[in-house]
């Protein structure tokens, strides 16, 4: 299991999320997308080319990175995404699958939808 992270960020504490797999940065502090998009995205790529159902993503920095690194993951994992989502006021990560692909029929209703918490 691997926990990837889409972009380093040494001033963040993401230690806790090691209870989900093995922390692998994606993309350094210092990249930018927009001065050589065709690199970093052929990089991100090379990382997820084995992204399976066992591991997850870890959104943090640019938000094209973060973009990127979803689509390469869900196309690498037949449209599913594992994602660990931070709560700031509970301060821990929250896990959520997400299936992009198929259509509305493959869509499983959500507990809380049918109670109306959502």
């Not at 504490?13 to 050589?36: C, F, M, N, V, W």
């Not at 970093?40 to 993503?57: E, M, S, T, Y």
Request: charged share 25%; glycine share 6%.
């Amino acid at each position: 299991m691997t926990v990837y992270v889409t972009q380093e960020n040494p001033r963040m504490d993401i230690l806790s999320a090691r209870k989900y797999g093995e922390l692998a940065p994606l993309t350094s502090p210092q990249e930018q997308i927009h001065l050589s998009p065709g690199r970093v995205v052929a990089h991100i790529k090379r990382r997820l080319h084995q992204f399976n159902d066992d591991d997850w993503l870890l959104p943090m920095g640019d938000p094209a990175i973060i973009g990127v690194a979803f689509a390469v993951a869900a196309d690498m994992n037949n449209g599913r995404i594992n994602l660990l989502k931070w709560d700031k006021f509970e301060r821990t990560y929250y896990p959520v699958k997400i299936q992009v692909r198929g259509g509305i029929d493959n869509l499983q209703p959500d507990e809380d939808t049918f109670h109306g918490n959502n």
